[in-house]
């Protein structure tokens, strides 16, 4: 059985660097074609993908947040790590990962229940 | 603003048919499969289809797909009340190093 939990700080200040940690089981990031992403959504609006880690550590971002965004993985905890640094009011939202299903990237088959960070002073 | 352009909302009665759309760019959907999710409110969201046409395990075979050039839709035949929620397509974009766009999402309304 596949799970993921997402974890992290509830309220970060403005300017403050986010960290969420996405814990998993029931797969290994270190098999061939595994990939995890992160996903957000500010309340009331859409998805919106952030950035995913391969098996190999390949690491992709979105293009508007690229400069922001750091990707990990620790296989032997079963970990990918998330941050985000230089957070604004803006970036409050409920983040997200999840595992792909299929070839794409973007079949992502398994998601955790999102943990909700909110910026504020 | 989304990649990947949709609807702000659509309404059926039950037992209708209904799609939504899916426009984007010869970057995204114009070469890549499109996958469709459904979020109801308040739960994470549920991958619907993938590979263009699959549905992962336990998805209704109410559910379809179809894509024509830059463009998709999906399909939910026999409407019920319980599909009232947010649809949204995804895809691998491959511009800028490769990365996922989403669309802004679909509000199903079950009348």
């Known amino acids: 059985q596949i799970t993921l939990k997402e974890s992290g700080p509830t309220l970060v200040k403005p300017t403050q660097t986010l960290t969420v940690t996405c814990t998993f089981s029931?797969?290994?990031?270190?098999?061939?074609?595994?990939?995890v992403a992160w996903i957000r959504q500010p309340p009331g609006k859409a998805l919106e993908w952030l950035a995913l880690?391969?098996?190999?550590?390949?690491?992709r971002y979105s293009p508007s947040l690229k400069n922001r965004l750091t990707i990990t993985k620790d296989t032997s905890k079963n970990q990918v790590v998330l941050t985000m640094t230089n957070m604004d009011p803006v970036d409050t939202a409920t983040y997200y990962c999840?595992?792909?299903?299929?070839?794409?990237?973007?079949?992502?088959?398994?998601w955790g229940q999102g943990t909700l960070v909110t910026v504020s002073s | 603003q989304s990649v990947l352009t949709q609807p702000p909302s659509a309404s059926g009665t039950p037992g209708q048919r209904v799609t939504i759309s899916c426009s984007g760019s010869?970057?995204?959907?114009?070469?890549?499969?499109v996958n469709w999710y459904q979020q109801v409110p308040g739960t994470a969201p549920k991958l619907l289809i993938y590979?263009?046409?699959q549905r992962p395990s336990g998805v209704s075979d109410r559910f379809s797909a179809s894509k024509s050039g830059t463009s998709a839709s999906l399909g939910i035949s026999e409407l019920r009340s319980e599909d009232e929620a947010v649809y949204y397509c995804?895809?691998?974009?491959?511009?800028?190093?490769?990365?996922?766009?989403f669309g802004g999402g679909t509000k199903l309304t079950v009348l």
């Open positions: 995804a895809v691998w974009d491959d511009s800028l190093d490769g990365h996922v766009v």
């Open positions: 999840a595992k792909r299903l299929a070839s794409s990237s973007a079949s992502l088959g398994y």
């Open positions: 880690i391969y098996w190999n550590d390949d690491q």
């Open positions: 010869s970057s995204n959907v114009g070469s890549n499969d």
């Open positions: 590979s263009q046409s």
């Open positions: 029931g797969f290994s990031l270190s098999t061939d074609g595994v990939s």
